[in-house]
């Protein structure tokens, strides 16, 4: 989980390292009888850098509903590339199609011939890389020669959520639109009822109850897309029976953290935890992570629904492989932050690799400088130095180790393997 940029020789260069990850939390999804219509919500982000050859970079992104991936690369010269997508662990995901997408030099087309202005250097495009169901993911990056690049990725959502039954009592009713996220709220024209003897809903999301059966419960876009379904079974309480069995839903989540349940606003009527030393469930904050392990989390809630949680409790720590110093060019110096990690003080201890390719000894870095994010972007804290004695010996690497003193951290505690770094340095060559 590492994104790095290294620069050329050459008078007073500046090292530029920046570190991504992100946390896993896949939003629940229960199927029903008739699947609602798919709302496409597209987001396009840019990401640029410098790349080193046969280094990967790796972009986090998110997936809230099920989608294509569009990519345009622009790079400063033709080569070889590497395209992959792979899940929160770093592990290749094998639904995605064709993972990794492999790119031929000769596949690239020279925009100065292409007559497109806002792009220089040579682009691939491919409107549907991959095919993604919701999550945290990263896109690797890896070129065969260094490169600068110019990434512009699409994340094309079908925004259908499908919740599971509701079983209400005749006479009684029920606020849908308690089950919709603010965003999907704003979405909403208007609301619908496969059967109003059944149960009526106004345009409001309020269900009434009006006789047993079943009715499918509808919000619907202006464009008449849906945007929320749910199948509502209305029965006299007592004499129904709940046959339906949840979806399991896979998380993980930072030891000593919290993940909310995707129940909205329903009560928790009951749960239990197959390992509650691992993860236990807590009414306002969700599925508590106590320490590394895995425990299945099964909850009742008041409304009938049930949810049930595979969860993998990790360390809070990250941690990266180290690059072997053949992958860095030779005249050049990079620094790659690879182990975040607290000690038992609070305070923050960085591990940083200087690979130095250079001909002749290093012997210091100046205005060094570390940034730590937490995964909302938000600075956790800053390590700086104007002048640091390194004395690194030509075509060698040193481990070096910086510590962000606890009371220093604008926050104290943050989930580390889901956080965010950029090393920055300049030497003299």
Sequence with gaps: MKQQTT?????????????LAFVIAITTVFASAEPAAALEIEHT??????????????????????????ILLNISKPTDATIAVYDAAGKSVNSAGENPKKILAEEFVDMSLAGVASYTGYAYADNHVFSLPEGY???????ADSVTYQLDYTVVELMTNIQMPVFLDVGSTKQMSEMLAD??????????SSDEEVAFVDQNG????????????????????????????????????????????????VEGFAQKLSAGNEKIKSWSSSNKKVATVDGKKGIIARKKG?????VELEDGRKLKYEVTVIKNVYI????SKKKVNKGEVLLDLYKMSYDKKGNLVLKVQCISRLSHKLPKLLNLKIVIKDREGNTVGTYQKSNMKINLNPDSSKDLTF???????????????????????????
């Design 7 to 19: 620069t050329a020789t050459g008078g007073f260069q500046k090292l530029s390292s920046l570190v």
């Design 45 to 70: 982000e840019t990401k640029n850098g410098t790349a080193s050859a046969g280094v990967e970079i790796k972009i986090p992104f998110k997936v809230e509903y099920a989608c294509d991936v569009g």
């Design 137 to 143: 993911y990263q896109l690797g990056l890896t070129f």
């Design 183 to 192: 965003s999907e709220k704003k979405l909403v024209s208007s609301w619908t």
């Design 206 to 253: 309020l269900v009434t109850a009006k006789k047993r059966g079943t009715a499918t419960i509808t919000a619907w876009t202006a464009d008449k897309k849906a945007v929320f379904e749910c199948l509502a079974t209305v029965d006299i309480l007592g004499e129904s029976e709940v046959t339906t069995e949840p979806e399991t839903v896979q998380l993980q989540i």
């Design 294 to 298: 895995e425990a299945v989390i099964s």
């Design 320 to 323: 990266s492989d180290k690059i």
């Design 403 to 429: 510590v962000i003193k606890k009371s220093k951290l604008k926050k104290k505690k943050v989930e580390l393997p889901f956080a965010e770094s950029e090393v920055t340095a300049y030497y003299y060559d």
